[in-house]
């Protein structure tokens, strides 16, 4: 069983960066799916971004397409999320997630297994 942990969050202005780490133990890393998910301020969950367990293969959700960028690297055990471009709308809870079935790219919650307990990102001027 995988624990994940997230980090990487805090305030930043609008047009700003961010970069979140989910760092990952207790299990192969590169055995699992991996994505990222957020809860803006009373909305539900939604998908961020989902990636294989080599990391080759990406899927994105169309607001963050072009903005994020997801990657892992397997010989850390980590898996990031760059965000570019942020706009008062990407102000979240951030999660990750890991899925142990294989890659057809995961967006729902349902389809992971285990979370991290989130990091909060705020966007504001």
């Known amino acids: 069983q995988v624990q994940l942990g997230e980090s990487g969050g805090g305030s930043v202005q609008p047009g700003g960066s961010l970069r979140l780490s989910c760092a990952a133990s207790?299990?192969?890393?590169?055995?699992?799916?991996m994505g990222w998910f957020r809860q803006p301020p009373g909305k539900e969950r939604e998908f961020v971004a989902t990636t294989s367990g080599s990391g080759r293969s990406t899927y994105y959700a169309d607001d963050v397409k072009g903005r994020f960028t997801i990657s892992r690297d397997n010989n850390k055990n980590t898996l990031y999320l760059e965000m570019n471009r942020l706009t008062p709308k990407d102000t979240a809870v951030y999660y990750c997630?890991?899925?142990?079935?294989?890659?057809?790219?995961?967006?729902?919650?349902?389809?992971?297994?285990?979370w991290g307990q989130g990091t909060q990102v705020t966007v504001s001027s």
């Open positions: 997630a890991a899925s142990e079935n294989n890659w057809y790219g995961q967006q729902f919650a349902n389809e992971y297994d285990f």
């Open positions: 207790g299990g192969t890393f590169s055995n699992y799916v």
